[in-house]
């Protein structure tokens, strides 16, 4: 299961491919990608850098 960042109406939020509830919701999409690389690392999967706009903006 992939760790997505995506848009959040207060920032960006790091979730679990899925998921309803948010892992983390914070203010910069640089600081959701340092998350969701750890969690990715954690969790031996990968993640996925969604834009402003939804779409897949990097694997």
């Known amino acids: 299961m992939s760790i997505h960042?995506?848009?959040h109406?207060?920032?960006?939020?790091?979730k679990t491919g899925g998921a309803d509830k948010a892992y983390?919701?914070?203010s910069t999409q640089k600081e959701a990608i340092e998350?969701?690389?750890?969690?990715a690392k954690n969790q031996?999967?990968?993640y996925i850098?969604?834009?402003k706009n939804?779409?897949?903006?990097?694997?």
Request: charged share 15%.
């Open 49 to 51: 850098v969604h834009g």
């Open 44 to 46: 031996n999967t990968n």
């Open 24 to 26: 983390r919701v914070v």
């Open 9 to 14: 109406k207060n920032g960006w939020q790091v």
């Open 54 to 59: 939804g779409r897949i903006r990097s694997v």
């Open 35 to 39: 998350i969701a690389k750890q969690v």
């Open 5 to 7: 960042i995506t848009p």
